[in-house]
């Protein structure tokens, strides 16, 4: 008897006593999980008293739930509703950030995939070096006209002199490993100049400021996940597109892109997850007008202690729509990462 | 033809160059927002990490100092901070250095071997290294020692830089001449992580490698990054593991296992923060139970870093769990099945099996995880603030700290310096790792 509770019914099969050790292991993780997002629901429907006299479980049993979070948080007599204005934001700036991410770079990966590019590192140099002239020369206030006009001469006498000079060139992996490769930047490298920059150009606190600087995280991402997907699309399609005299455009918009969709949901979504959650980036350049729902929940620290119950609200608020929208998505988020993980 | 060009509009010429380039316009715009979002601003920041900021009447005033705020970084006043203190190192230090530099230079002479470096080319090689390690730190000197005030001294650093480059130029021609490009990085790349190495032997560790260490903030970020992405890693494949068997309930697993992912990391930092709390958390009555509610885990370093470590696993745990699920689930499933009829065992399959499967996957994966975890702010920020002390400083936060200080400058160099650390492990470890897993398998 003991002996069969160890015997695989059938070579395929798993045994009683490995299925009992799997469930068991899966409940007690799903447990971890669960737990805190219990704690997040149970203690925003509690007072400070119920927080500051013990671990109180269950409501109605254990203590009696509130709604004053809601009513301090989104219909305060004093302060009114300030959850509203970054919440929008928070809505506008990651959706804003992760199409324009998922647009620029599933074109730029479908590039990288389908043409060939030979630049010359010399050129690429000069370029790089003559732009960051003209871009310098700006900030530190010439005007804008002015160093433009520096910097594309200097480019030309450069590029026409030492830049044709070097031999070899860069193939499409070293554009791709670049552009992936900026994911490695720690944002706080950054953050001095761009703030500067937004300044002189009037984005700082815009959400448009915003939404360029969470697209150019998120880029890489894309880059990376999408050109392995692309990669896995066979070429023969567009091909047949091709000699029916549809434009690269067309091939890309009609064909490549619905073919894609798998992929470009997954990304999107985890794309959507990284922006919305953003929080150094955010720290830096956003002010009362474009505050995110990051760090109006870091803000809830404030002078007088956390404020559990408002913290709890918040973050719960914050995670809603995430939740809902992978739980519809579900099955893409498997399937879509698969193709590009796989290959890695 | 030419008469249809010339009475084109301004829009035609438009839709002529829209329809003949495609392979620009789709590539041009990440290039230009990788070009002014990150390559110039890092430009501008090596400038900046170069100067000394001061704020005054109507605006600020940058003046150039110099490495002074990396030579503040790596041996003034933020030393400590930083890199930590450095401990006696016990014989057990000694002996992991030793190892550890072993194995790498036991890699190098097969490396060479196995590329059939001429001996010349290696002559090369090590005489360009030992130039380079005798010529760049005098180098360096002068800058330091130049005088704060002298007009001349970013003509100085020009000039030094022109030097250096045509050194250097020169020696990596000769070098690449004679096919030793290969030894010449391997040999600095070795020189590097050396310096890390004894650097963690010195500060971290208390006790067992060294005596009265203590970790700086780079030190935290790699406990975080190494200690988190490891459970982060096993946690997933383990999870991933069991879902892909044949069990009911798959799907549901798979949903819940994915929430923590969804939640801000701020969030993540103020749950743990009530989650480990021993008296008033969830678990307080399991901390009675064993007899730890006295204790409150933000006291001492270890129980700090592991509620920050704890927070972060949770939260990854289900990128790593997602992706090795999709990867576990391409194993086929006809081999497996024809392995099982041949007899072989859960080990067997495992390791001949699914383990070659998943592996070219598990490097990305954490590769990807690394370089994220490095710029870890949000959690420790938030559950510890860094403390106690500053046990759970990790760089970023060291480097928001300063910009709070408003010492832009030095914020600005050691953002650089985190940037070259990180730099540094994701090409050793695509080096090493990548190409030696796709090799072997």
Not at chain 2, 75 to 94: A, D, I, N, W
């Amino acid at each position: 008897m003991i002996r069969q509770f160890f015997i695989r019914p059938n070579p395929f099969a798993i045994s009683p006593a490995r299925k009992i050790f799997s469930y068991s292991l899966l409940i007690f993780w799903t447990i971890v999980t669960l737990l805190p997002f219990y704690w997040l629901v149970v203690t925003a429907f509690k007072l400070p008293i119920d927080v500051s006299t013990g671990p109180k479980y269950v409501p109605y049993v254990d203590y009696k739930p509130d709604t004053h979070a809601f009513d301090d948080l989104l219909f305060s007599d004093v302060a009114g509703n300030f959850v509203t204005r970054p919440y929008i934001n928070t809505i506008v700036v990651a959706s804003g950030s992760s199409a324009l991410a998922l647009l620029i770079g599933s074109t730029a990966a479908y590039a990288l995939t389908r043409f060939e590019y030979r630049p010359k590192p010399g050129l690429v140099l000069t370029l790089a070096l003559s732009v960051g002239l003209g871009a310098y020369l700006y900030v530190q206030g010439l005007s804008m006209i002015l160093s433009g006009v520096v910097a594309i001469a200097v480019y030309a006498l450069i590029a026409q002199t030492i830049g044709r000079r070097f031999k070899g060139s860069l193939g499409n992996s070293d554009i791709a490993f670049w552009l992936v490769s900026q994911r490695m930047l720690p944002p706080v490298a950054v953050i001095v100049p761009i703030y500067v920059m937004y300044q002189n150009l009037g984005l700082l606190n815009t959400r448009l400021g915003l939404i360029v600087a969470y697209t150019a995280v998120n880029l890489p991402l894309v880059v990376w996940f999408m050109r392995d997907y692309f990669q896995a699309i066979p070429i023969e399609l567009e091909e047949s597109a091709f000699i029916d005299g549809a434009s690269q455009y067309q091939v890309l918009w009609r064909i490549v892109m619905p073919l894609a969709a798998p992929g470009l949901i997954a990304t999107g979504i985890i794309v959507l997850i990284f922006a919305w959650n953003e929080y150094t980036l955010a720290l830096f350049l956003t002010g009362a007008d474009t505050q995110t729902m990051p760090i109006l929940v870091a803000a809830q620290n404030a002078t007088r202690g956390p404020q559990w119950w408002s913290i709890s609200l918040l973050v719960l608020m914050m995670v809603a729509p995430i939740v809902l929208l992978s739980a519809l998505l579900e099955r893409f988020i498997a399937s879509g990462i698969l193709l590009g993980a796989v290959k890695g | 033809m030419q008469s249809q060009n010339a009475g084109e509009t301004l829009q035609d010429r438009m839709i002529r160059l829209w329809n003949a380039s495609p392979r620009f316009i789709f590539l041009s715009p990440s290039i230009l927002f990788v070009l002014f979002l990150s390559i110039f601003p890092l430009v501008a920041s090596l400038y900046l990490s170069m100067s000394r900021i001061r704020f005054v009447k109507g605006g600020f005033e940058i003046t150039f100092i110099g490495v002074r705020n990396y030579e503040k970084l790596l041996s003034g006043s933020q030393e400590r901070h930083f890199l930590g203190k450095y401990g006696e190192v016990t014989p057990q230090g000694y002996a992991v250095l030793i190892i550890l530099v072993s194995l790498m230079l036991i890699m190098l002479v097969r490396y060479c071997l196995r590329e059939k470096i001429k001996p010349y080319g290696l002559i090369a090689a090590s005489a360009f290294v030992v130039a380079a390690n005798r010529f760049v730190p005098p180098l360096v000197n002068t800058l330091r020692e130049a005088d704060v005030s002298a007009e001349g001294l970013g003509s100085l650093y020009i000039e030094t830089f022109l030097k250096l480059a045509v050194g250097i130029g020169i020696g990596l021609y000769i070098v690449n001449k004679l096919d030793a490009l290969g030894v010449v990085l391997r040999v600095i790349s070795i020189l590097f992580a050396t310096r890390i190495i004894w650097l963690l032997i010195r500060t971290m560790s208390e006790g067992g490698l060294n005596e009265g260490g203590l970790p700086g903030t780079i030190g935290v970020t790699m406990i975080f990054a190494f200690g988190g992405v490891f459970f982060q890693y096993i946690f997933g494949l383990m999870l991933a593991m069991l879902v892909t068997q044949n069990l009911a309930g798959k799907r549901f697993f798979r949903i819940i296992f994915l929430l923590p992912m969804m939640i801000t990391p701020v969030g993540i930092g103020f749950l743990f923060r009530m989650v480990t709390n021993t008296v008033l958390g969830p678990i307080a009555p399991l901390w009675k139970f064993v007899g730890l509610s006295e204790v409150t885990w933000a006291e001492t370093a270890f129980g700090a870093r592991t509620a920050v470590m704890v927070g972060d696993i949770w939260q990854w745990t289900p990128f790593m769990f997602i992706i090795l699920l999709a990867a576990l689930e391409g194993v086929s499933r006809d081999q497996v099945e024809a392995s099982l009829v041949d007899g072989a065992n859960s080990f067997q399959i495992f390791r001949y099996i699914v383990l070659p499967h998943i592996l070219p996957v598990s490097t990305t994966l954490i590769l990807i995880r690394l370089i994220e975890a490095f710029k870890i702010i949000d959690m420790p920020q938030v559950l510890t603030y860094g403390g106690p002390g500053t046990a759970t400083e990790s760089t970023t936060l060291h480097v928001y700290n300063l910009w709070r200080a408003i010492d832009l400058g030095t914020s600005a160099a050691l953002a650089y310096l985190l940037l070259i650390v990180v730099t540094f492990i994701a090409l050793t470890y695509v080096n090493f790792f990548r190409r030696r897993v796709l090799e072997n398998l």
